[in-house]
């Protein structure tokens, strides 16, 4: 069973702060990674994607990937109240087709 | 660009009737459309997956007979829900494949008296 674990949350952090989320998967075959938002009543959005070890920066975002420790992250820097959403981690795994397995999601606030 | 639309963005039917709804990719060609149902506070679950030109495939527990999914041409894909009932109302989403990203729809809202 190829798993996708996030930490559910809620995680509230002060506007300006930065927000980390974390994100582990299960099968070591696992080629791509995709950070996507999701606000509340909406369709997911990609906000970021991963495929090589180490960090990819993009604007405010920042996401990083251990593929040795089976692990990827999202740092949002000088986060804003509009950040405030649910964040799913997604693994495209080795043989998998394009299919993508997805965390929970963890649900961030950002307080003003 | 890889820009995906969904019609109808909300739906309300009576219980027994059929809902189509329609996925498309506006700016870019997908061979491979996604279709999930998210209930709400829940994640996405992925329904199946639709291939153009050929059968769909779908997941474990998802009775194709009731969810069919025609993908007709590079760029839409549909989704019938046959003879709904209240436990299909839920938030349907589809997504389409542009390598090596997956690209969201804005969801269709259905509920069923």
């Known amino acids: 069973q190829k798993e996708v674990e996030q930490n559910s949350g809620p995680l509230s952090v002060p506007e300006g702060a930065i927000a980390s989320l974390n994100c582990t998967y299960s099968d070591r075959g696992s080629q791509s990674f995709f950070w996507y938002r999701q606000y509340s009543g909406k369709s997911p959005e990609l906000i970021m994607s991963i495929y090589s070890n180490g960090d990819k920066e993009d604007g405010r975002f920042t996401a990083q990937l251990n593929k040795a420790s089976q692990y990827v992250s999202l740092l949002i820097r000088d986060s804003q109240p509009s950040d405030s959403a649910t964040y799913l981690c997604?693994?495209?795994?080795?043989?998998?087709?394009?299919?993508?397995?997805f965390g929970k999601g963890t649900k961030l606030t950002v307080n003003p | 660009g890889a820009v995906v639309s969904q019609h109808p963005s909300w739906v309300i039917c009576k219980s027994g009737t059929s809902v189509k709804i329609e996925c498309r990719s506006l700016d870019f060609q997908a061979t491979t459309m996604f279709w999930y149902r998210q209930f709400p506070k829940q994640s996405l679950m992925l329904m199946a997956t639709s291939n153009e030109g050929s059968k769909a495939t779908y997941e474990q527990g998802v009775e194709k007979d009731k969810f069919l999914i025609n993908h007709a041409s590079l760029t839409l894909s549909t989704l019938t829900v046959t003879s709904a009932h209240p436990e299909d109302s839920s938030f349907y989403i589809c997504s389409a494949y542009r390598q090596p990203e997956q690209f969201f729809g804005p969801g269709t809202r259905l509920t069923v008296l």
């Open positions: 997604a693994v495209n795994y080795k043989g998998g087709s394009e299919k993508l397995v």
